[in-house]
């Protein structure tokens, strides 16, 4: 019997049952659970809340990610939940991130467990000819919702500095595959919500049965 791979799904959703990002993420795992080809490990950042780069943090990671150099005890507590967040990562074959855009972007605490996981040496490094991504293989999904719409190529998707950061730092760190599915318009009509949230989870569908 083949070992099922692994998924882990991270998420922000701070309203909870009104959010519609958890209506698609909600969606997408029962697809998942569906197909039963997957372990699924979650995390919510709400109640596991990542680090910010504070001073003293800073100082630790560069010390030891750029200079090479062991971490004293007190150094090490101070990375401590970045580096379990990172081995968390690490695990993953497949990883989900689902968010709303605050503010043309992505929420402060979506940030700092990227800055979290974006670690020299661990997901990226540097050789002769540049910088070099190390989770080759792996895939991502990025679940995203705006109050307006930021998918309409010729107006305002320059605008959504959201999915287009998220992915590329995927990227950045060798993921062979990542991809998004947008709902916008979530603060409109009655009508363009459910519209795309119903085309969100058409995308969601197809995605799961090739995960």
């Known amino acids: 019997m083949s070992k099922k791979s692994q998924t882990l799904v991270v998420f922000y959703t701070p309203r909870y049952e009104q959010s519609s990002t958890k209506v698609l993420l ?6 998942l659970e569906t197909n039963g080809s997957e372990d699924v490990v979650t995390l919510d950042l709400l109640k596991d809340v990542p680090d910010f780069f504070t001073a003293e943090r800073v100082a630790a990671y560069g010390k030891r990610n750029y200079g090479g ?5 007190e150094e090490a507590k101070t990375m401590q939940t970045m580096d ?10 497949k990883v989900v991130l689902a968010y709303p855009m605050y503010n043309f972007s992505m929420p402060a605490l979506v940030k700092a467990y990227m800055d979290s996981i974006l670690q020299k040496g661990k997901t990226f490094d540097y050789n002769e000819t540049g910088q070099v991504g190390l989770m080759k293989g792996k895939k991502a999904l990025v679940i995203n919702t705006s109050a307006g719409i930021y998918t309409d190529e010729l107006q305002n998707n320059w605008m959504d500095h959201s999915t287009t ?7 950045y760190m060798g993921f062979a595959e990542a991809v998004s599915v947008s709902a916008g318009g979530m603060s409109q009509s009655p009508e363009l919500k459910q519209q ?10 197809r995605i799961a049965g090739t995960w």
Request: proline share 3%; aromatic share 14%; net charge negative.
């Open 196 to 205: 795309s949230l119903a085309q969100a989870k058409q995308e969601l569908e």
């Open 165 to 171: 950061l998220a992915k590329y730092l995927f990227k």
């Open 69 to 73: 150099q062991t971490l004293s005890p």
């Open 26 to 31: 909600d969606f997408f795992m029962k697809e």
């Open 84 to 93: 379990r967040m990172l081995e968390q990562f690490m695990a993953a074959d």
